[in-house]
């Protein structure tokens, strides 16, 4: 093999393509055959079940198993909750009681188990948008069935590469990325007060930021609730700004892409293409640069959910940045606001 050639196959294994490739296929083989069997309106739980394959992607395959198995696991209690809080009529005081144990159980899990990303933000996704969709009774089981194979299928595809691996015996080490993260587990953050911090930070900003979109009578108020835990940081990390700035202006971006494919009415198979592709972009991106991550991501994320619910295309937009925005505000808030409290203790210390 010439340099040049090798150069190539190393510089595609840094963008991880094996990754974006599992993530991708976990997300679009189930609603291929959802599309097949007709039932358009089970696409949410076999999509948020297909988050399974977004855990675990730099673990090694003997911690690997544990990662995504503990993150595909609560993907499937949340969903088991928001199916239950769907059923029994979706009201303001079940959603709000369901959305904060899984912000905060969320939080306390991904801490735990060395989780990445260690926010609760796909579990609050797959809560809030599946406990909003209308469910009969009769339903539970088949929709909750439908996430359940979702998981286990992308459970196996983020494994397989342990085969991959082996069958390509001496050149794994040119064909593949390195698997350099070590996650640990850590029962001692049930008690760690950054880990509570966290929490108090996510239940407050989800609280604010759900309440001012529904006082505002916004259509989607879970995306400004979404936008919150997704731009507050997980435990013991930096608190930044800049993640905020990017994910408005990323999302921004993102609005106009998905404007551009939703707006035409395209067809069910090219909505499916559209997510696949979404879900490759993403995981490409999500570790390069946030905001252009977004330009995938959006488009992803607003093509599941009209798949699964359709609604008027520029309702859909419109309610995708202005609670993204109204999310990000709130969440810089409480970040300048720590920021602050933790100066006057630094200064008082001192």
């Known amino acids: 093999m010439s340099e040049g050639l090798l150069e190539r196959v190393r510089s595609l294994r840094a963008l991880d393509i094996e990754v974006a490739v599992r993530a991708s296929l976990a997300m679009a083989l189930p609603l291929v055959l959802l599309v097949v069997w007709g039932r358009l309106d089970w696409t949410a739980y076999a999509s948020f079940g297909a988050m399974t394959a977004l855990y675990g992607r730099n673990d090694p395959y003997r911690l690997r198993a544990r990662t995504i198995s503990i993150g595909g696991g609560f993907l499937l209690v949340s969903i088991t909750l928001a199916l239950i809080v769907a059923i ?19 939080i306390l899990i991904a801490a735990t188990a060395g989780l990445v990303p260690g926010t609760p933000l796909f579990f609050v996704f797959a809560f809030a948008v599946c406990a909003q969709v209308p469910t009969p009774a009769a339903e539970f089981g088949p929709r909750l069935l439908v996430a359940v194979c979702g998981a286990v299928f992308a459970w196996l595809l983020t494994m397989s590469g342990w085969t991959l691996r082996r069958l390509s015996g001496d050149r794994s080490a040119v064909l593949f990325k390195g698997l350099p993260r070590r996650p640990r587990l850590w029962p001692r953050a049930v008690t760690d007060p950054q880990v509570w911090l966290a929490i108090l930070q996510n239940v407050v900003g989800v609280l604010i930021a759900g309440g001012l979109a529904i006082a505002a009578g916004i259509g989607h108020p879970y995306w400004a609730v979404v936008a919150v835990v997704a731009v507050l940081p997980p435990p013991r990390a930096a608190h930044s700004i800049s993640r905020a700035v990017h994910r408005v202006v990323g999302t921004a971006l993102g609005v106009v892409v998905t404007g551009l494919v939703l707006l035409p009415g395209p067809s069910v198979a090219w909505l499916v293409v559209v997510i696949a592709v979404s879900q490759f972009g993403a995981e490409i991106l999500v570790g390069k640069h946030y905001g252009a991550a977004l330009l995938f991501i959006t488009p992803l994320a607003l093509s ?23 999310g990000a505000a709130v969440a810089i808030l409480l970040v300048l606001l720590f920021r602050f409290g933790s100066g006057k203790r630094t200064g008082a210390a001192a």
């Open 304 to 326: 599941v959910v009209h798949l699964s619910s359709p609604v008027p295309v520029p309702a859909l937009l419109v309610d995708r940045i202005v609670e993204t925005a109204l």
């Open 88 to 106: 029994a009529g979706a009201s303001l005081p079940l959603l709000t009681a369901g959305l904060l144990f899984v912000v905060a159980a969320g």
